[in-house]
DNA sequence: TTTAGCACTCAGGGCTTAGGAGTGCTAACA
DNA sequence: TGTTAGCACTCCTAAGCCCTGAGTGCTAAA
């Protein structure tokens, strides 16, 4: 599609966008180690790449920067590995050699490492509760008519909700009942518990417990379906510091868009799920994210996806880096869930 | 200390400041209803007020805006008390008519409604759990090594951990641990546990049960000390609508302040704990908020102070609002609560 | 095919100016 | 003696203007 040189000079100009933040001219290309034309040539070269779609110019009398399409064939077919900084990537190594943290602490840790290596917002989705295993069900009752239940998934995480007794059911037969939902369900995934209960529990629940129609709707509290994935953020005022944020309106837009948490789960969606996927500015399909770019990937448990970490920054982010840095991340923790989980 | 009239024409200036966030000047003073004099004697009047310290001027053409110490006057002596709306008065008390929703859920919906009604951002601090007795206790083993325990409180809040199971020790006698600590430490307050097991249950355990001292380890591990407040945000993005965030490095400073929990609450801690506290601008001592006021009452519950809720917004907030809602809203708060746990 | 040269474009900074809001002072008035 | 009208003065702001420099596109020569 594009020859060799104008890929050169493509690439080229991307990286200088991406550091300096301002319009590249043809004279500042030229100028680099790995370009051997004169100015003159490389302008003739922006003004095909301008035509194809793959640069823009804010005025005439300006340099060019990369378009959008301009961002996605460099990402596509340019841009190439690139080392991970020694440091770095000690730091996340070290992070995950670590044991005794919740599951939940390691997950802020790692959100919190990758904002601070990438200076970006960094926002991990999950882990989903989904496949989790029932390993404890536990109902403590706080007055006559109010209780707290608690499952504990072999994951170690826990859910609590606050439930409401019904008229009628004594303590003792509440207890039964949990002791007969943790003996069978036991060790059965969360998203299967509620069918297990109605196809299996129903005649023996009816024949060993009394007021089993209002145990019924206690179960139906205890076990409620919201198994989505929670959002974790870091780093969420880095992109401030980006120039394409010196507008506070961008900044309020974003900064609402965060606080809704569907809405940021969306932007995560992807048809392949597996390995890194960069989504570049109107892509994403969102007013407030039209000059955001978000690369991504799943982690994942014995071949299955557990959730996704990404990167938001701004268009002009530095891709290269973040989808290296993301590729480890993402091993390491992996790795890490396995050793752990697997 | 000052005139009738001087008064007048500060609490004028102030609420007229407050609207429209520009610098007021004798004109516009002169035309309100509630003043009676000219142009020309308000100007005579005001020099005096930016004499003593109560107003200030950006420039010598400029009409005047209130210093600090001009905000406080105010505060304390002329603002009085202002009427609730009728439709923001029902939806506080609809929310507090509920009974059935957990109390974190109940606290993250009293901030949300707080920063939607005045448009400011709204923080609550607490409650802190040292109060809370406990009501149950549970571990839950996951492998060998790793269990996750539980602390349900008679608030119905749940404090979880992961925990390393010591070597050699069984999960029998952990069984027996966790029901001997149910049956002698039901009831006790929290920050009490950790005295009552050294105290008067370390000749129980170690008669009762094997490998006793790696069971104390568990114990140490279980009652930790960190029961302090939790902080709830809402309408952090609220003040960005405010003219005086148009810079963004304000906002940045700001935000990052937001994810200091401890900075954030330094912020409400106050000498008199009860009733409602105003701090104004640098009385608040720190960079990021030097323009900003925090209006905060505590909540409490059998005349114990249980924690603080807040209103972050510019030192030009609308005091009297803010502060006749705020005395309604703790009220019908500490009453919910007293109506719970009471 | 590449490059040097040159005329042209246009945003941004600096400077000037006009307008207007608001002040302080003075003198007249009740 | 307190209050008010009048007036000169201050100084911010926005608008207009010019100039500069970076960068372009085109043309002609190498």
């Known amino acids: 599609m594009l020859t060799e040189r104008q890929e050169q000079i493509l690439r080229a100009l991307v990286e200088e966008y991406i550091v300096h933040a301002d319009p590249v001219g043809s004279r500042t290309v030229s100028k680099r180690e790995d370009i051997g034309f004169s100015a003159a040539t490389i302008r003739n070269e922006m003004a095909d790449l301008e035509e194809m779609g793959f640069l823009e110019q804010p005025h005439t009398s300006a340099?060019?920067?990369?378009?959008?399409?301009?961002?996605?064939?460099?990402?596509?077919?340019?841009?190439?590995?690139?080392?991970?900084?020694?440091?770095e990537l000690l730091a996340v190594r070290r992070l995950f050699a670590s044991q005794m943290d919740a599951l939940e602490q390691t997950i802020q840790q790692t959100v919190s490492i990758l904002s601070r290596i990438t200076n970006y917002t960094s926002i991990l989705l999950g882990p989903e509760l989904y496949d989790n295993k029932l390993k404890h069900l536990q109902v403590v009752p706080l007055t006559d008519r109010v209780a707290v239940s608690l499952i504990v998934t072999d994951?170690?995480?826990?859910?609590?909700?606050?439930?409401?007794?019904?008229?009628?059911?004594?303590?003792?037969?509440?207890?039964?009942?949990?002791?007969?939902?943790?003996?069978?369900?036991?060790?059965?995934?969360?998203?299967?518990?509620?069918?297990?209960?109605?196809?299996?529990?129903?005649?023996?629940?009816?024949?060993?417990?009394?007021?089993?129609?209002?145990?019924?709707?206690?179960?139906?509290?205890?076990?409620?379906?919201?198994?989505?994935?929670?959002?974790?953020?870091?780093?969420?005022?880095?992109?401030?510091?980006?120039?394409?944020?010196?507008?506070?309106?961008?900044?309020?837009?974003?900064?609402?868009?965060?606080?809704?948490?569907?809405?940021?789960?969306?932007?995560?969606?992807?048809?392949?799920?597996?390995?890194?996927?960069?989504?570049?500015?109107?892509?994403?399909?969102?007013?407030?994210?039209?000059n955001c770019s978000i690369v991504s990937a799943s982690f994942s448990l014995n071949g299955r996806s557990l959730g996704r970490i990404g990167v938001l920054g701004p268009t002009r982010m530095n891709y290269r880096k973040v989808v290296s840095l993301l590729e480890v991340l993402v091993e390491d923790f992996s790795e890490y869930l396995r050793r752990r989980y697997g």
Chains 1, 2 share one sequence.
């Open 155 to 290: 994951t170690g995480h826990v859910d609590q909700r606050r439930i409401r007794v019904p008229e009628g059911v004594s303590l003792s037969s509440v207890e039964q009942m949990v002791n007969l939902l943790n003996t069978k369900l036991s060790g059965i995934p969360l998203h299967r518990l509620k069918g297990r209960v109605y196809r299996e529990l129903y005649s023996e629940l009816s024949r060993h417990v009394e007021h089993y129609e209002s145990l019924l709707s206690m179960i139906d509290q205890i076990l409620v379906d919201d198994l989505d994935g929670r959002l974790f953020f870091s780093g969420t005022t880095n992109i401030l510091t980006q120039p394409e944020f010196r507008d506070v309106e961008k900044v309020k837009a974003l900064m609402d868009l965060f606080e809704q948490s569907d809405a940021v789960a969306r932007l995560f969606t992807t048809d392949h799920d597996m390995g890194i996927q960069v989504k570049i500015g109107q892509e994403n399909h969102l007013e407030a994210v039209n």
């Open 63 to 87: 340099g060019r920067m990369p378009s959008q399409s301009g961002y996605r064939y460099y990402v596509d077919y340019l841009m190439g590995p690139q080392r991970i900084d020694r440091s």
